[in-house]
């Protein structure tokens, strides 16, 4: 794989990540309304299940992105990778 796929799968991972932090905060703000209404403990299954799935859903989309990130600068700070990438024409 060239630099340019590594750049694109970790813009796709990047994506995918920001997309799953929202998925959490959904989640979050369910729960809490849940919680506002709820009277007993069952009532709050669901929302604590989104919950829990949103974060696993993270964590996994934040393991790829760390993949994607290191594959493209082997292992260097991004900030220096970016910089040391050559200009398109």
């Not at 998925?23 to 209404?37: E, I, Q, T, W």
């Not at 974060?55 to 991004?78: D, K, M, N, S």
Request: glycine share 6%; aromatic share 6%.
């Amino acid at each position: 794989m060239d630099w340019r796929q590594d750049l694109a799968d970790y813009d796709r991972a990047k994506a995918g990540m920001a997309q799953a932090e929202i998925l959490l905060a959904d989640s979050l703000a369910a729960f809490g309304a849940a919680r506002d209404g709820a009277h007993r403990l069952q009532d709050l299954s669901p929302a604590i299940l989104g919950v829990e799935l949103a974060r696993r859903r993270l964590r996994v989309r934040v393991r790829r992105f760390e993949a994607a990130e290191y594959r493209l600068t082997g292992g260097r700070p991004i900030d220096e990778v970016l910089w040391s990438l050559p200009d398109d024409p």
